[in-house]
């Protein structure tokens, strides 16, 4: 569990509500008096994991439920980088986990998680555990959300392509077939779309010309939000499914 040890903002009262149970049901399941579980919810009394975990056993939610008071981001993609600079991508409906966070979200927010391998040397080592944000709207949907058009994004293409990706040999390239993609979209007639791919490393640094992937059709598209490198400075934390 990442510092603070304690909390004073809580979400106590909106899971008491949510669950049917009396106030003083609570109370007496946790081993405390009304007055003591009164404070737990005002703040004035810090909740403590130890706390949390007890009332999210009686309340039959997870303690991180308890203690942060916005609703969780769920993760619906995951991305790597290999030693070798190829990056795989996945993503599915059915969230791999979730983030809980000290910020307010709205429920269209998704989150993709970063690893990055030990080994690779370039442009996005400190994005190793980081967190891309994005308006998940248009992956529900399946469509190409027109706030996209000349921002960041992450896509989906109907087809699969070949990408070129800078190699950890000086002027030399990778090829990765994927159906995924993240860069800025440009709209072109016929319905077809241009992803530029901004791809570099320490030996083989960004060509404008090499990452313009042109005449693609997009299952859809997500305009980014934001970007976490270091959940753990931000007492940020993610529970994962037992299947992610």
């Known amino acids: 569990m990442n510092k603070p ?3 004073s903002i809580n979400n106590l009262d909106n899971i008491i509500r949510k669950s ?9 399941l946790k081993g405390v008096t ?6 737990h919810i005002s703040g004035a009394i810090n909740i403590t ?19 942060y008071p916005t609703k969780p981001v769920d993760i619906i993609g995951k991305s790597s980088l290999t030693a070798e600079g190829k990056v795989l991508r996945q993503y599915r409906k059915e969230p791999f986990g979730r983030v809980y966070m000290r910020a307010y979200m709205t429920d269209n927010i998704g989150a993709v998680y970063w690893t990055i391998d030990p080994e690779y040397v370039g442009f996005f080592m400190h994005w190793n555990n980081g967190l891309q944000l994005i308006e998940k709207t248009a992956f529900d949907e ?15 293409l109907e087809e699969e392509i070949e990408q070129r990706l800078p190699s950890i040999e000086p002027g030399e390239y990778i090829t ?33 010309h090499n990452n313009e992937i ?31």
């Open 142 to 156: 399946e469509r190409v959300d027109p706030r996209c058009f000349q921002h960041f994004c992450l896509c989906e």
């Open 34 to 39: 009304p007055v003591t579980l009164s404070r």
């Open 5 to 7: 040890e304690s909390y």
């Open 214 to 244: 042109k005449d693609l059709k997009i299952k859809w598209a997500c305009p980014l939000v934001g970007t976490v490198y270091r959940p753990e400075l931000r007492d940020i934390e993610i529970i994962w499914n037992k299947d992610a």
């Open 20 to 28: 049917g149970l009396k106030k003083q049901e609570v109370a007496d």
């Open 176 to 208: 990765v077939t994927t159906k995924y993609l993240g860069g800025i979209l440009y709209p072109q007639p016929g319905n077809r779309f241009t992803v530029l791919h901004l791809s570099g490393n320490a030996v083989t640094p960004i060509n404008m």
């Open 49 to 67: 994991l130890a706390d949390a975990e007890d009332y999210g056993r009686i309340l039959g939610v997870h303690s991180f439920d308890i203690l």
